[in-house]
């Protein structure tokens, strides 16, 4: 038996493998075993990555590495941005509630993904924890900006659309919502240079670019963030790879406040 996932294919999710998923947690023979145990629930979708069908989960490899940053920021509210069908918020969820941190908030635009991830979580026992807010992103942003008025959250983890992640970024400064020390993980940066750039950039270069995206954001009416250009982060890369096998990395960054 192979160790890893099926390969990634033309057509990859959103074609009923997400509810095949939770039929097979359901009718699984270790079922019964899975009720409070998230471990036994993210075991039984790996089983089914690697012999049913492709899933996009963040995986054991990546898992592990942001699970060691959830312990040793012990954040209070995490935030990610994609939640898919739960595996994320299962094992980082888990990992916070051990860590003695209060909420893991997951943002999910499809309503079919966000109720398989709500049967799991529930099934993990894991509802007191996770909070799963369905719909796009940064409405949910704006929303959480109310919620928690006029304070950094602790720590986000960013794993939804790659070419979304500068500016949610940006409108998660903008918000308030990053600010001095908070952690941002981001899952999949080998294939995010703008990201990269973004994060690791100096505060005179960040200046220059929110200028000239000044100009854009009138001519097209876009909902394009400015951010905060004067925040700095201290960043990292961790190589790792994907539950294929694939070679990725994650970007961990810690913001340090106006430069
Ligand atoms: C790679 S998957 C997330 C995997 C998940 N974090 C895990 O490891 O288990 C990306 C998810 O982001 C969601 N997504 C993409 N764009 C979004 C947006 N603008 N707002 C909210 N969710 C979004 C997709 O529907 C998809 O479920």
Known sequence: MTQFYLPEQAIYHNDGREQRLLEFILSHPDYA?????????????????????????????????????????????????GGYIGYSALLFGDALRKAGGRKY?????SPIFASVSAALVGLAGLSDTVEIM????????????KAYPGR??????????KVEYTNDLKLC???????????????????NPEYLEYVRASGAKKM???????????????????????????TSVVHSIEPTGEPDAVEISCCLGSS
Request: aromatic share 4%.
């Open 33 to 81: 075993l899975m009720k409070g145990c998230p471990d036994r629930i993210l075991a039984a979708i790996d089983e089914y990555g690697r012999e049913k069908a492709f899933l996009m989960n963040v995986g054991t490899e990546k898992g592990q590495i942001v699970s060691k940053v959830i312990s040793r920021v012990k954040p209070g509210v995490i935030v990610e941005l």
């Open 105 to 109: 908030i997951s943002l999910e635009v």
């Open 134 to 145: 369905v719909g796009p992103c940064r409405d949910s942003l704006r929303a959480l900006s």
């Open 152 to 161: 950094g959250l602790d720590m986000f983890f960013f794993d939804h659309a």
């Open 173 to 191: 400064e903008e918000l308030g919502l990053v600010s001095q020390g908070t952690t941002v993980v981001a899952d999949n940066v080998s294939r």
């Open 208 to 234: 220059k670019a929110a200028d000239e995206n000044k100009g854009l954001t009138l001519c097209h009416e876009s909902d394009m963030s400015l951010g905060r250009p004067d925040l700095r982060y201290e």
